[in-house]
C-alpha cells in the first residue's frame, strides 16, 4: 500500500520526467487470517496506481527451501550452512490469490520485508540468531540471494540482529537505519523500528547517502508535531459501536447512551487504571482525568507504566493490540481501531484520505481495522524508506 502511494505521488508531484511504477509481483503471508487483509490492500493499491498488479499470494516463506533443508531443533549455524548450501528455493508454490499453484521466480527489483521481531525485541526473550524464527531469515536470504534482488528493504525491531542478516543475506550490502512516526510529523505515536536497505553487490550502485537522505526528511516534520488529540476523530456514533462489540465480547449488558465507558472495563484493567492515575497524580501534582492527551496502554501492569505521559505518545501498539485497551482516562473511553489506523499513517477518514489523494482504507469494519494492527508498518515510514532506497541506489542493468 505504502509503495502504491509513493507511486502515485510521486507520478502527481511533476518532479521526474518519467512515469513510475512498481507494481507488486509476490508476497508471502504464513499467517490465513491475514489473506482478507491482504486482498483489501491489494484493491485499493490498484485504486491508487490506476493498474492491478495480478499479484501472488503464497503461504509459509520457509516452504520455499528444498524439503528437509533443516530441521527446526537443528542450531542457527547448522541451519545457515544447510540453507547457503542448499541448491536453491522452490520454484513453484501454493498461490492463494490465483487458487492453483504459480511461479515463485518473479523477477523483482526490490524486496520489502516486515521480519518476525519476537526472537529480537526487549518484549520477547532475546534469542536473536538462536530464536525460532531464524529460519525465515534464512529463507528471505536465500531467495533474494539467489534473485540477485537490487534492493532488499528489511523492517523489524531496533535489537534486530544484524549479524543475522548479514549471514543470511551473503551479497547485499546494509544499510541500517532507525525511524519512528515522529520522524515524519506523527509525534504522538511510539513505534521505533529500524529499517535496513540492503544493497546487492553486483546489481546496484549507490548514488546518494541514504543516511543523510533521511536526516535532511526528519527536519522537514521537527517543527510541527501532532499530539494525540489529533488522533481522536471518532463520532459518537462510532465509538458506541465499539462499546458495543466489547460489550458482546465480554458479555456485559450494553449501555446505549452511557458515554462513560468505565463499566466494560475488567477488574484488573480498572485497577490498572487507578493505579496509573495514582501514579500520574504523584508524579505531576495533576489529575490524570484532567489531562486530554493521555493514553493507557491497559494490556500492561501499572508497575509496567504504559503511557503517554512522559513521550507524550501513544504506547506502541504490539500483536495483541486489536483486543488490549488504550484508554483515555480523560475521555473515559478507548482509542477506535479507526483512530489507532490514523495513528499510524493510514488513510481512514475522508480528511486524510483526500489530503493523500487516495480512496479510504479500513473505515468501515473496525474488526477488519484492528486486524491491520500490531504487525502494520507506518504507513508513511515504509514509504519514506521506499523512496529513500529508489534514489540512494540505482540498478546496474
Ligand atoms: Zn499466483
Not at 542478516?165 to 525511524?179: C, K, S, V, W, Y
Not at 452511557?258 to 463499566?263: A, Q, S, V
Request: hydrophobic letters at 40%.
Amino acid at each position: 500500500m505504502s509503495r502504491a502511494l509513493l507511486e502515485a505521488s510521486v507520478n502527481r508531484s511533476g518532479l521526474v520526467d518519467f512515469t513510475v511504477s512498481i507494481p507488486t509481483v509476490a508476497m508471502w503471508e504464513r499467517d490465513q487470517k491475514c489473506e482478507a487483509v491482504i486482498s483489501d490492500a491489494m484493491r485499493w493499491a490498484n485504486q491508487v496506481t490506476g493498474h492491478s498488479s495480478g499479484a501472488c499470494l503464497f503461504g509459509d516463506i520457509e516452504e520455499l527451501l528444498p524439503y528437509r533443508t533443516f530441521d527446526p531443533s537443528w542450531t542457527y549455524s547448522r541451519k545457515l550452512q544447510a540453507t547457503l548450501q542448499c541448491a536453491g528455493t522452490s520454484p513453484w508454490g501454493h498461490c492463494t490469490f490465483h487458487a492453483q499453484t504459480c511461479s515463485t521466480g518473479k523477477v523483482s527489483s526490490m524486496d520489502v520485508s516486515g521480519l518476525p521481531c519476537p526472537d529480537m525485541s526487549l518484549a520477547g526473550k532475546r534469542r536473536k540468531r538462536a530464536g525460532s524464527t531464524n529460519g525465515v531469515y534464512c529463507a528471505r536470504g536465500k531467495y533474494v540471494t539467489q534473485h540477485k534482488v537490487p534492493i532488499v528493504i528489511t523492517e523489524c525491531t531496533p535489537e534486530l540482529d544484524m549479524g543475522l542478516m548479514e549471514d543470511t543475506h551473503p551479497e547485499h550490502h546494509m544499510f541500517q537505519m532507525f525511524a519512528e512516526p515522529g520522524d515524519v510529523g506523527f509525534a504522538a505515536t511510539a513505534r521505533r523500528r529500524t529499517w535496513v536497505i540492503g544493497m546487492h553487490q553486483d546489481r546496484s550502485t549507490i548514488r546518494q547517502d541514504p543516511y543523510e537522505l533521511l536526516e535532511s526528511v526528519k527536519g522537514l516534520f521537527a517543527n510541527d508535531p501532532t499530539t494525540v488529540q489529533d488522533y481522536l476523530v471518532a463520532s459518537r456514533a462510532e465509538v458506541l459501536l465499539e462499546a458495543s462489540q466489547l460489550a458482546q465480547k465480554r458479555r456485559i449488558p450494553f449501555q446505549a447512551d452511557c458515554l462513560d465507558l468505565t463499566y466494560l472495563l475488567t477488574q484488573r484493567e480498572k485497577e490498572t487504571a487507578a493505579a496509573l492515575n495514582a501514579r500520574f497524580q504523584e508524579q505531576f501534582g495533576r489529575n490524570a482525568e484532567l489531562e486530554p492527551a493521555l493514553v493507557y496502554h491497559l494490556g500492561d501492569s501499572a508497575t509496567f507504566g504504559s503511557w503517554s505521559a512522559v513521550s507524550g505518545r501513544i504506547p506502541t501498539y504490539r500483536v495483541g493490540a486489536k483486543s488490549s485497551v488504550y484508554w483515555l482516562p480523560h475521555y473515559k473511553r478507548f482509542l477506535t481501531a479507526k483512530e489507532k489506523l490514523i495513528s499510524m499513517g493510514w488513510p481512514s477518514v475522508p480528511e486524510i484520505a483526500s489530503s493523500m489523494h487516495v480512496p479510504l482504507f479500513g473505515a468501515s469494519d473496525p474488526r477488519r481495522a484492528g486486524d491491520l494492527l500490531g504487525n502494520a508498518m507506518h504507513m508513511q515510514i515504509c514509504g519514506l524508506m521506499q523512496l529513500l532506497a529508489l534514489v540512494s541506489f540505482s540498478p546496474n542493468l
